[in-house]
């Protein structure tokens, strides 16, 4: 059950319209930095007071990832934000534009993204009966290990934490085992040893304190994390249409400061692991940096080819194929095998 329990200091002076909103992953950047505050003080302050909302992030809310569209579609939850990759283990279509592998660099992922949003509109609307407002993306997924690691092909065997399918995939062509772990438990399942690396945001580790128990980073992205804030559609009909030309106007401008958090903080965090001086936002810590190798390059694109994409295809049905080929096909660059 959805619990609304935001602190006092966040409870906004009562509006003519009141919005309850379901955030993202709770403690990181995109959440306490930019939708939360959008939420609780700059609605109110853009409205002149006329709409206020609370918000509680999806993982502090009783809510699994996996569930949040199909809660907006009922309408217990009237505006949530869905990462794409947990939604996808109900719905394989939803992975597509994030597979592991298939951005190795933003500009690689807006390109993607862009190519494909067109098409998330519309499912959304047919398939959940919801309206997609934004979308946002966290920093770069990549690879924390806790004992040396020189290469990709040196994560075989190890036991690596995973948040999604296409990751598993990933994890599984390199002969490594996946684990599937909550982002709050991954540093525990370090120290107990249940995990030997994970994949993660290079910020958001840094923040959950990985860099602590763990001595190497390949900086090579496996992917980044999507995550669609939608609006059931009776809620958002329901909206006054000066509300809704408002959030039409301004969430796009949250969207885009997300992307540009996203794109920074994969650098800064980065930095602040292996504690360069340019870290300046989260904490310095000794990790060994592992760049992509040109045999990494050759064999992650390899794996997204003869594994990743195959798996997708076979999750999502016999119609994903023309999906792709409509949407990300001529973008990406990889046919179909």
Not at 103 to 111: C, E, G, H, K, S
Not at 184 to 195: D, K
Request: glycine content about 10%; hydrophobic content about 40%.
């Amino acid at each position: 059950m959805v619990q609304w329990a935001p602190c006092a200091a966040q409870t906004p002076a009562p509006a003519a319209q009141h919005l309850r909103i379901v955030g993202g992953l709770a403690g990181v950047n995109q959440y306490t930095r930019h939708e939360e505050p959008f939420w609780t003080l700059e609605l109110a302050r853009l409205s002149g007071g006329r709409a206020g909302a609370e918000i509680v992030p999806f993982d502090r809310a009783g809510i699994r990832g996996q569930e949040m569209l199909r809660l907006v579609q009922l309408g217990v939850v009237p505006f949530g934000t869905s990462l794409l990759n947990l939604s996808a283990v109900l719905d394989a279509e939803l992975g597509a534009p994030d597979l592991a592998g298939l951005n190795p660099d933003v500009a690689t992922l807006r390109r993607n993204v862009g190519a494909f949003r067109p098409y998330l509109e519309k499912l959304l609307r047919k398939r959940y009966g919801s309206e997609l407002l934004a979308l946002y993306a966290y920093p770069a997924q990549v690879t924390y290990c806790a004992k040396a690691l020189g290469s990709l092909a040196e994560l075989a065997g190890r036991r690596v934490r995973v948040s999604s399918a296409t990751q598993s995939d990933w994890v599984i062509a390199l002969g490594a085992i996946p684990v599937q772990t909550a982002f709050a438990e991954i540093v525990a399942n370090v120290r107990s040893g249940n995990i030997d690396c994970a994949i993660t945001g290079t910020m958001s580790g840094n923040t959950i304190g990985l860099h602590e128990v763990t001595s190497h980073v390949h900086s090579t992205p496996v992917n980044w994390g999507l995550a669609a804030f939608v609006a059931n559609g009776a809620a958002w009909n329901a909206l006054p249409t000066d509300l809704q030309n408002l959030l039409r106007r301004e969430l796009p401008k949250l969207e885009q400061a997300i992307w540009t958090e996203a794109e920074n903080e994969t650098r800064e965090g980065i930095a602040c692991n292996v504690g360069a001086s340019t870290c300046t936002d989260g904490r310095k810590g000794r990790m060994t940096e592992v760049r992509a190798s040109a045999a990494d390059t050759r064999k992650g694109r390899e794996i997204l080819v003869k594994t990743v994409l195959p798996g997708w295809l076979q999750r999502c049905g016999p119609q994903c194929a023309q999906v792709w080929k409509q949407t990300l096909g001529a973008t990406s660059g990889v046919d179909l095998p």
